[in-house]
């Protein structure tokens, strides 16, 4: 059986006028190829199919008044080359609580405290995606299924870049974040994690803090001119390999008591404060290999008081 093929626009030749009624007309596995313009649509998905834009990336705006842009209900979405543009101040412009919502080539602009969320037994998989929020976080994960983030630009983000918290989990690789109000990576409670060749620079919290019990691997990852590089206070086992921090207006590395990380090949330089901070000045040895700059300063250090970050 050939693969239903339905298209969205205001020509003759076109199946239909708006997403929402393709989206009631396709079969499992269904093709919509939607033509240029803005679409006052909230979409919610009960099929598994494919959205692209007709004639590639910046075409096609899809922009509700208020509600969510995409809410999944199905096992499956994907999302090709599509502007998605939240405006509610409450709602995701993408929540996702069941099934995966894929995204390539894709901008997402939020207006609430998140521009994407997973939660439920939901996730999220992103490719050379553009996703910013000036009123919030860019992505928020919950749950434990796993989100991939890879190749993707998170800005001008009011709170946090990526938010991991309760279960989450996410496999974030060559991705940049900049331009945070919050930290660029924040994972608490019991999330896990994966970070790989990223960039992550202009933060106003630490660029990278872990918190609560979370553990994750950060590897060959570059943190650069922002306040505190990273903020450790999880009590989760987490490892950092091959992390070169430049730029800190303020400490390189930040250590609460009772973190115990595993630190590897890291290089910390051109930083205001101390390159690895600790309140008791002590780092156990066995966990740290290949420091460039391993001097730490105790609690008499004008380093305040690490507090949990907020979103």
């Not at 190829?33 to 705006?61: D, M, Q």
């Not at 290089?267 to 390159?275: L, M, Q």
Request: hydrophobic share 35%; aromatic share 2%.
């Amino acid at each position: 059986m050939s693969r239903q093929v339905l298209t969205v626009g205001t020509e003759p030749r076109d199946s239909h006028r708006t997403i929402g009624e393709a989206l009631s007309a396709a079969r499992t596995g269904a093709l919509i190829s939607v033509r240029p313009g803005t679409y006052a649509e909230n979409l919610v998905i009960h099929t598994r199919v494919t959205l692209t834009a007709a004639e590639g990336r910046g075409t096609v705006e899809i922009r509700p008044r208020a509600g969510s842009v995409l809410a999944l209900r199905a096992d499956a979405v994907m999302l090709s080359e599509l502007t998605l543009r939240g405006g509610d101040p409450e709602l995701p412009a993408v929540d996702v609580r069941r099934g995966q919502a894929a995204f390539d080539g894709c901008e997402i602009v939020g207006a609430a405290w998140t521009a994407l969320l997973s939660g439920g037994t939901g996730s999220l998989a992103l490719r050379d995606c553009r996703v910013s929020n000036p009123q919030g976080a860019g992505i928020v994960v919950t749950s434990a299924t796993p989100t991939t983030v890879e190749s993707c630009t998170l800005e001008h983000l009011g709170t946090s870049g990526l938010v991991l918290a309760e279960h989450g989990e996410a496999r974030i690789r060559g991705c940049t974040v900049r331009h945070a109000r919050g930290n660029g990576l924040l994972a608490n409670e019991e999330a896990r994690g994966t970070v790989e060749d990223c960039d992550i620079s202009s933060t106003d919290k630490p660029s990278i803090a872990l918190e609560g019990n979370s553990a994750l691997s950060v590897v060959r990852t570059v943190v650069h001119d922002t306040g505190t590089g990273v903020h450790l206070s999880t009590a989760g086992r987490s490892t950092f390999e091959d992390v070169r921090i430049t730029g800190a207006s303020g400490n390189g590395i930040a250590l609460a008591g009772g973190t115990d990380p595993v630190l590897r090949r890291c290089r910390v330089s051109r930083t205001r404060g101390t390159a690895c901070w600790s309140p008791t000045g002590r780092a156990a040895p066995s966990r740290t290999a290949g420091w460039t700059a391993p001097r730490l300063r105790g609690s008499g250090s004008p380093e305040p008081p690490l507090r949990r970050s907020p979103v």
